[in-house]
């Protein structure tokens, strides 16, 4: 079993859209929760992230963590064309130096 | 913020010879650097952890006489394939490390590596 799983998607949705992206985890030691969004042939850029269990909201996107279900998800309203994109969940130890990554979900936002 | 720079974004090279692949940190000091294969379609991969003067530490399975990776300053972190073969065609792409928070990790843009 994967320590992160997340459905690869292909995900498509049409423009203003709310999409609903997520990843499971099974290692308990995780605490810090991070979002990337990769470009096609792109390296990753970091869109949001979170330590507690909670919601974080910034502009359009929402990042929520439910530690007691090891459950996280990226959250996007009124989804535009440019969010077409590779979204990966990434997380990290408390004393931890490497990002563990999730498959990467590929949204398409049609027109 | 915070910016990698990974160098060449492309290249293509015959098989069996040797490619260099540049990451630099432009406006930080990077002590630690990552290097990661990303397959189509497919998550990233960390083959190596690269910490500055001294060598570099491989995830399993990674063949570190034929990646080799030198990081010689704390802005210079370079992946070397050696003899490559077209099994080694991928995206490479490298992480420095510009805080020792747990949320600065900044990615270069990537290269693809073809071996013909």
């Known amino acids: 079993q994967k320590e992160v799983e997340q459905d690869p998607g292909p995900l498509s949705v049409p423009e203003g859209a709310i999409v609903s992206l997520n990843c499971t985890y099974s290692?308990?030691?995780?605490?810090?929760f991070m979002w990337y969004r990769q470009y096609s042939r792109k390296g990753p850029e970091l869109l949001m992230y979170?330590?507690?269990?909670g919601n974080k909201e910034d502009g359009r996107f929402t990042a929520q963590v439910d530690k007691s279900s090891k459950y996280i998800s990226l959250f996007i309203r009124d989804s535009q064309p440019s969010d077409s994109a590779t979204y990966l969940c990434?997380?990290?130890?408390?004393?931890?130096?490497?990002?563990?990554f999730g498959t990467g979900t590929q949204l398409k936002v049609e027109l | 913020g915070a910016v990698v720079s990974q160098h060449p974004s492309r290249v293509i090279c015959k098989s069996g010879t040797s490619v260099k692949i540049e990451c630099r940190s432009l406006d930080f000091q990077a002590t630690t650097m990552f290097w990661y294969r990303q397959f189509p379609k497919q998550s990233l991969m960390l083959m190596a952890t690269s910490n500055e003067g001294s060598k570099a530490t491989y995830e399993q399975g990674v063949e570190k006489d034929k990646f080799l990776i030198n990081h010689a300053s704390l802005t210079l972190s370079t992946l070397t394939v050696t003899s490559a073969h077209p099994e080694d065609s991928s995206f490479y792409i490298c992480?420095?490390?510009?805080?020792?928070?747990?949320?600065?990790?900044?990615f270069g843009s990537g290269t693809r590596l073809t071996v013909v």
């Open positions: 979170t330590y507690s269990s």
């Open positions: 992480s420095a490390r510009d805080s020792t928070g747990p949320y600065g990790y900044t």
């Open positions: 990434a997380m990290l130890t408390g004393g931890g130096n490497k990002l563990t």
């Open positions: 290692n308990s030691a995780f605490q810090y």
